[in-house]
């Protein structure tokens, strides 16, 4: 069986090494990446303030067993099975009989006037724009970042941290912080202001000037950069193939993760919109990207090696623990969550957390490797019979570092 997996980032290479891996031999393994190394999405922030992050070969990290190919998917053919790729070598056409995409997500095009002129952290280029506008700004000069989602604040936090001879604000239409328990949130307020981040929650942005952001209650942010964090969106690849896609452009899938428009067709990470235990999609993150790909990649060993279960392909069981978010680098928060990815139970906080969160990342680095070394080491919660995961309670406590 020819398998062509579109995307290495952390959930095409998952797929791909673990199905390489095992097996036993009746699988091949195509990987296709516009650049010939990793990109560390999750620290696309760190990079928009210069800091140097690594950004290891594909090819070893893969490793013998895969063909991999540097270039971009530009053309694919989901039933005639066939993908043309265009790359440094020109264009070349590749046949496949199963394909995962994992074409992963960037920022999602700006839906207000003036949306074309913002920065984002959602890809690499994105990020080193912005790492060389922020550092050509004068002291004094304003940033406004929208969005007060986890990329959000991971990004405010980081920008603030790195100069505070700017002044920095985050414009989100929600309550800052409102995603966490209460305490846990009045520390994210309380660093944001520690950090002389200006907070302005419930408002929703209808236009970006290029000195400030108009706002729908007919207020005005000032902002001589704005960086948007409202949101990810999948690239148009899988909806140009004629795939059945949500409104962000991710793969609509069943819980085995195979489009429900084209079944030889699996997406993966945030390509892919798969029925979460609340109905939702997943939401996109290494917590759904890492089992994701894993997943797909034994849906399709077992077709390799003849291994049908009863009922189809086995659906995706899968639950989230908790989400750890860097406030800088000196500050976190760790919240526990239900299964269903609500936030709930106890949080840690501070300088602490920021140093696991380091190892999560350095961890997450790893993970493709090793998985390469030992195919069947990711393993995962499952949702759960009830789905409730755990009772709310509203612990915080801080982690010295
Ligand atoms: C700043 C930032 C911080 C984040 N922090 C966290 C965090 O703390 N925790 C967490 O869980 N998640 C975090 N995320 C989200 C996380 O990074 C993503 O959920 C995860 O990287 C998704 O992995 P993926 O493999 O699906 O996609 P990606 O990592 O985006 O990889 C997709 C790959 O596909 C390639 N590709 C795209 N189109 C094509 C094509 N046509 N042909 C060939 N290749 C193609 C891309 O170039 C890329 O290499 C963060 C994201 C950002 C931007």
Redesign the pocket.
Known sequence: MRVLV????????MAAVRLAGRSRGRVDVTV????PT??H?????QVAVGHPVAAPSLRDTLGPDITFVE????ALDPDAGRAT?TGPDGVRRLAFDRVVL?????TEPVPVPGGEDVHG???LAA?RRLRTAFAALPAGAQVAVVGGG??GL??VTELAEHRSDVRVRLVTSGEVGGWFTPPAAEHVRRTLGRLGVEAVGDARVHAVEPDRLLLGDGGHVPSDLTVWCGG?AA?P?ARESGLAVDRQGAVLTDAALQSVSHPQVLA????GHAPGPRGERYS??????FPS?AHAADVLRDEALGIVPDGGPAALDLGFQG????LGRRDGVLQLTTREDVASGRAWTGRGVSVF?EL??RGVGRTVGVSRRMPGAVRWPGAGRDGTGREASRDTETVAG
């Open positions: 579109v995307g290495a980032g952390f959930a095409g290479g296709v990446n516009p650049r990793l990109v999405r999750l620290r696309l922030h270039g971009h998917v530009t790729v994992a074409t992963g997500s960037t952290v959602g890809d990020a986890f990329t991971e990004t990810f690239p690849l993966v990470g945030d390509a996109m993150s290494c917590q759904f990207g790909g989400r750890c978010v860097s969160k999560v990342l």
